[in-house]
Every structure is written in structure tokens, then in C-alpha cells.
């Protein structure tokens, strides 16, 4: 019997062993899943946004500087690294303005038509002595057409009885804007440097009896750029700035400002 039992016993662990199942591997198990923790990939979207908020902490910590007025330093400085690239050293050093060529500089605390006034107190008398067409006695430049009818708007005080000519594209062809110089005495233009450029390209514009030429300098746009830090209005400034401008300045029959 016991031995018989023992038999039976053994035949008993050998079934358990046998019926035992291995563990296999399914080939519905995932192992990267189980193994590995996948990094989740940064998309487009998450990128604009870092973009985003990096540009807005750019734009916050300018909001919360203080504004600083332009000085003539500024745009002799902006003048040397533009050309810098390509001048000489010579040549650098004759792009300097001499400092009577500069008006006062706004202060900050001046409208466009107080400013005006004091840097030109005898404009009655000199617009009623201009009677030349395709010529302008002060030209206020800035950075885009809706800055200029601000300006215009804002200037009315000053301006009077003065005729005052839009220079910029939008909704304005060139050639129009020759024919509207030719017609008649303009005594204020107020515009774009890239069309106020064009204009004197194509002759519609005469900038010798120029005496006042205006940077809308302090103005900041939604994006806190003032009008120089627009690197197209900054070229195109400096490109109507040698075509003839800065000769104009050195002989000192024209005077510079920074509004």
C-alpha cells in the first residue's frame, strides 16, 4: 500500500509539474510600453506658444522701462553701424553730422504741434514766402500711413493755413502724387521714407528748398518698435538720407529734428 501510495504520490507531482503552464510571451503584450517611457514629442503648436510667451516677456519688460527721449547721438550711432559694413574708415567720419544741424530734440513732454513751434517760430513767415511747386519747406517722416494721419491730425494747431500733402502708398499712386506736387504750393509733406524716396527718384519731389526734416523718432508702435527699429524703414531712411540729404545738413540749410 505504501508503496503503491508513494507511486501514486510521485505520479501526482509529476502531473502538477506537467500541467503547470509556462508563462509565454503574448503577441499582444506591447514590451516598449511596459519597458520603455516614451518622451512625449514637443509639437508646432507647443513651440509657437514657448515662442510667444518669450516675445511677450521681451515686450513686458520694455512696457516697464522708462522711455528715453532720441538724441542726435542716436542717429549718428545708428548712421555708423548701418554703414560700417561697407565703408570705410574715412568715409565713416564724413557721415558725420555737425551738431547745428540738429534742432532740439523732444523731451517727451511736447504734442506735435508744440514741438513744432518751437523749433520753427517764424513758419508763418516762411510759408507765406514759398510759392515754389514740387517742393516742401518741412517734411515730417514716419513709419507707416496710419502714423502719418495721426500726425496730421494732431498738428493743426501748428499747420494753419498751410497746405499739407499725405506721402505715403497706401491707396496713393506715384504718379499722382507728381501730379498733385506740380498743380500746386505744398508747404508740409508728411509720409513714409520709402514713398517720400520714390518722389524724389522720380523728380515729383525737389528737396533743396527743404529747411525742416522731422523723425517721428519716440513714437512706439503695439509692438514697443519705434520707427528706427524697423529695419526696412531704417534702410530706407538712410538710402533718402543720401540722396542729397545729408549734404543739405552739412551746408546747413537744413536742420534736423527728433520728435
Known amino acids: 500500500m505504501n508503496d503503491e501510495a508513494s507511486e501514486g504520490g510521485e505520479d501526482t507531482e509529476v502531473m502538477q509539474q506537467e500541467t503547470v503552464p509556462l508563462p509565454t510571451l503574448s503577441k499582444k503584450t506591447k514590451q516598449p510600453k511596459e519597458c520603455f517611457l516614451i518622451q512625449p514629442r514637443e509639437t508646432k503648436e507647443d513651440t509657437t506658444k514657448t515662442r510667444k510667451r518669450r516675445k511677450k516677456k521681451i515686450t513686458d519688460v520694455l512696457a516697464k522701462s522708462e522711455p528715453k527721449p532720441g538724441t542726435p547721438a542716436d542717429l549718428q550711432k545708428l548712421m555708423k553701424d548701418y554703414y560700417s559694413s561697407n565703408r570705410s574708415v574715412i568715409e565713416l567720419e564724413e557721415l558725420n553730422l555737425p551738431d547745428s544741424c540738429f534742432l532740439k530734440a523732444n523731451d517727451l513732454t511736447h504734442s506735435l504741434s508744440s514741438y513744432l513751434k518751437e523749433i520753427c517760430p517764424k513758419w508763418v513767415k516762411l510759408r507765406k514766402n514759398h510759392s515754389e511747386k514740387k517742393a516742401v519747406l518741412m517734411l515730417i517722416i514716419c513709419s507707416s500711413a496710419i502714423r502719418a494721419l495721426e500726425l496730421i491730425r494732431s498738428m493743426t494747431a501748428f499747420r494753419g493755413d498751410s497746405k499739407v500733402m499725405k506721402l505715403f502708398a497706401k491707396h496713393i499712386k506715384v504718379q499722382e502724387q507728381v ?79 527728433l520728435f
Do not use: A
Open 179 to 257: 501730379k498733385l506736387l506740380e498743380k500746386r504750393v505744398v508747404h508740409l509733406g508728411v509720409g513714409t521714407p520709402g514713398r517720400i524716396k520714390e518722389l524724389t527718384k522720380q523728380g515729383g519731389l525737389n528737396l533743396n528748398p527743404l529747411k525742416f526734416l522731422v523723425f517721428d523718432w519716440n513714437w512706439r508702435d503695439q509692438k514697443l518698435r519705434r520707427m528706427m527699429d524697423i529695419p526696412e524703414i531704417r534702410k530706407e531712411v538712410f538710402e533718402l538720407l543720401e540722396m542729397g540729404v545729408l549734404n543739405l545738413c552739412k551746408s546747413e540749410s537744413l536742420k534736423l529734428g
